[in-house]
Each structure stands twice: as C-alpha cells, then as structure tokens.
Nanobody
Framework: QVRLVESGGGLVQAGGSLRLSCAAS????????MGWFRQAPGKEREFVAA????????DYHDSVKGRFTIFKDNAKNTVNLQMNNLKPEDTAVYYC?????????????????WGQGTQVTVSS
C-alpha cells in the first residue's frame, strides 16, 4: 500500500507562488498516473491537475491553466505542483492522489490512494 504525504503549503499573497510536493513510500510514483485535487471550506473536492504514468500527458482544470504545472521527479519519487500567480480563490486544502489507471483523469473515483492534504491560503 502506498502512503502519500503532501508538503509545501502555506500562506502567500495574491500573485505569489508555491510549490507543493507529494512524496510516496511503498511504491514508485513513476509507475502511476497522479493527480492533485483541492477542497475549499463548504465545497466539494475538485480536480486541479493530473499527469499520466509516463509523464507525457497532463491535464488541468480550466481555472489553473497557464498558472499551475504538474510534474514528476522520479529521482526523488515525488509528484509536484508548481503554482504561480496565485489567487484568493485558490485557497483550499490540496491533496495528491495515485491513479488506478495509467492515463490522466479528472474524476476522483479513478484514484485509489490519497494523502492527508496540505493547506494553501492566498491572501488578497
């Protein structure tokens, strides 16, 4: 069973940047598609970004396209989310997840392992 641990969250002003990292133990993340999701207070968990098992394909929610980048660091066995030009509406708990299929998917049911999340707060 894989254990996923997110890090890199924090408080940042609008327009700033953060890099989230998801480290895995028990599995090699290069063997899986991975995703990032977020959940704001009172809202459902929503898709943010995904990367295929090979790392060749990525997908993003429209609201983060051009600002966020998902990538794998196979040497460190991590999947990362570089977030630039952050906006107050990006405030949420961010979760990484391991996919049950090899391709990218925005559907939470296509992910079978989840981290506990890291808080991102963007002030205006």
């Amino acid at each position: 069973q894989v254990r996923l641990v997110e890090s890199g969250g924090g408080l940042v002003q609008a327009g700033g940047s953060l890099r989230l990292s998801c480290a895995a133990s028990g599995r090699t993340l290069s063997s899986y598609a991975m995703g990032w999701f977020r959940q704001a207070p009172g809202k459902e968990r929503e898709f943010v970004a995904a990367i295929s098992r090979s790392g060749v394909s990525t997908d993003y929610h429209d609201s983060v396209k051009g600002r966020f980048t998902i990538f794998k660091d196979n040497a460190k066995n991590t999947v990362n989310l570089q977030m630039n030009n952050l906006k107050p509406e990006d405030t949420a708990v961010y979760y990484c997840a391991k996919g049950s299929v090899s391709g990218v998917s925005p559907i939470t049911a296509m992910y079978n392992s989840w981290g506990q999340g890291t808080q991102v707060t963007v002030s205006s």
